[in-house]
C-alpha cells in the first residue's frame, strides 16, 4: 500500500488517499485511481509505479502541462523518495509508503494566556514614552501633549497589527492578534530607546555622520520586526523571508540616504547643525572647544568672508538699466 498526499501551495497536507496497489493513473478523468480536479491536468496524467530495483517511479504520460518538481525543473518521469514533491498542473502531490518514518510525537505544552503580558508590555511602552519625550522636552507641555502622541502612536500600532493579523489569517488560517502585538510593541520600545541612544551619541561625540545615518539603525529594527511577523505567520521558509526583507530593508534605506541628497553642497554644510536633543553638558564623552579655538574659527570665517566679498562682481541688472547717473544732464 502506498499513500498520495495532495498538497497546498504552502506545502500542508491537504488530503490523504490511500492506494492498495503500487501501480495506479492519476488524473482529472473518472477512470482513475486518483482523481484531481484541476482543469490544467490531463485526463491521465501521471503513473504511479515500481521500477526494476524496486523503487517508486513517477512518469508524464505526454501531458502539455508536463511533470514538474519542487524547483520548477520539468520532468519525464521522475524518482520518488518520500520527501519528493511534485506539480501537475496547478496540484502539487507527494507519494509515500507506509514503511516511511515519520517524526517522534511533540510533547504538548500548556498554553499560556498571553493577555496579561500583552496589557502589561502595553503599560510599559506609554510609560517608556512618555518618560523620554518628558526629558526631551524642554518646553512647557500639558498632559494633553503626551495623551495626544501616545493616541497617535497608538492608531499607527493598530493599523500595523491589524494589517499583520488579515495577513495571517489569508495565509495560516489564525489571526494571532496577541503574538503580533507584543511584536510590535518590542520593536516600538527598541526604536524608543534606540532614538533616545542615538541622540545621546550624536551629543555626546558632536558627530555629524551618526545624525545623518541614524536612520540605519531604526530600518534594521523594522526589519527584524517583521522577520517576527513572518515568523509568527509560518515557520516555514525562514532563510529566505530573512533574505528578502533585509534586502528591502536595504533598499529602503538607499532610497532615504539618496532622497536626502548627500552630495549637494548646502546639504553638507547644513550638516553644522546636527544636534536635536541637548543634554547635560557632564553626559558628554568628547571635551567641548575652548573658546580661543572657536574665535580662532570664528575670524577665519571673517576673513574669508570679507574676501569674497571684494571678489563679488557687481550686479549687472544696475548696468543694464539705462537710467543716468546723478550727473549726468538730460539733453
Not at 505526454?62 to 520532468?75: P, S
Not at 523571508?241 to 536626502?260: N, R, S, T, Y
Not at 557632564?282 to 572647544?289: C, G, I, L, N, Y
Request: charged share 25%; with cysteine.
Amino acid at each position: 500500500m502506498i499513500w498520495i498526499e495532495r498538497l497546498s501551495r504552502h506545502k500542508e497536507v491537504l488530503a490523504r488517499h490511500a492506494s492498495p496497489t503500487d501501480d495506479l493513473l492519476i488524473g482529472r478523468g473518472y477512470d482513475n485511481a486518483l482523481v484531481i480536479d484541476d482543469p490544467y491536468v490531463a485526463p491521465r496524467h501521471l503513473r504511479v509505479f515500481r521500477d526494476a530495483k524496486g523503487g517508486l517511479m513517477a512518469e508524464d504520460l505526454g501531458t502539455q502541462n508536463g511533470l514538474y518538481d519542487e524547483a520548477g525543473a520539468r520532468h519525464l518521469a521522475l524518482r520518488l523518495d518520500g520527501n519528493t514533491l511534485m506539480r501537475i498542473g496547478q496540484t502539487w502531490l507527494r507519494v509515500r509508503e507506509t514503511e516511511f518514518r515519520v517524526d517522534d510525537d511533540r510533547k504538548m505544552r500548556q498554553e499560556r494566556r498571553m493577555w496579561p503580558w500583552l496589557v502589561l508590555l502595553l503599560v510599559f511602552a506609554v510609560l517608556l514614552q512618555t518618560l523620554l519625550r518628558w526629558l526631551e522636552n524642554t518646553g512647557e507641555s500639558t498632559m494633553s501633549y503626551y495623551l495626544d502622541e501616545v493616541l497617535a502612536v497608538a492608531s499607527s500600532l493598530g493599523i500595523w497589527v491589524g494589517l499583520w493579523g488579515l495577513i495571517s489569517r489569508l495565509l495560516s488560517g489564525a489571526a494571532r492578534l496577541v503574538w503580533h502585538a507584543m511584536i510590535a510593541l518590542l520593536a516600538f520600545m527598541a526604536i524608543l530607546l534606540l532614538d533616545f541612544f542615538w541622540s545621546w551619541v550624536i551629543f555626546a561625540f558632536s558627530s555629524p555622520l551618526a545624525a545623518q545615518y541614524g536612520f540605519v539603525c531604526k530600518w534594521l529594527v523594522v526589519a527584524v520586526a517583521c522577520l517576527g511577523h513572518l515568523y509568527v505567520v509560518s515557520v516555514k521558509r525562514l532563510r529566505q523571508k530573512a533574505i528578502i526583507v533585509f534586502l528591502l530593508a536595504f533598499a529602503i534605506m538607499v532610497v532615504q540616504w539618496l532622497m536626502g541628497e548627500p552630495f549637494r553642497a548646502e546639504n553638507r554644510l547644513a550638516r553644522n547643525a546636527y544636534l536635536r536633543t541637548l543634554f547635560p553638558p557632564s553626559w558628554r564623552v568628547v571635551a567641548p572647544e575652548s573658546e580661543a579655538d572657536f574665535f580662532a574659527r570664528a575670524r577665519e570665517m571673517e576673513a574669508r568672508l570679507e574676501g569674497l566679498r571684494k571678489e563679488e562682481v557687481e550686479d549687472p541688472t544696475e548696468e543694464e538699466s539705462g537710467y543716468p547717473e546723478s550727473g549726468d544732464e538730460n539733453p
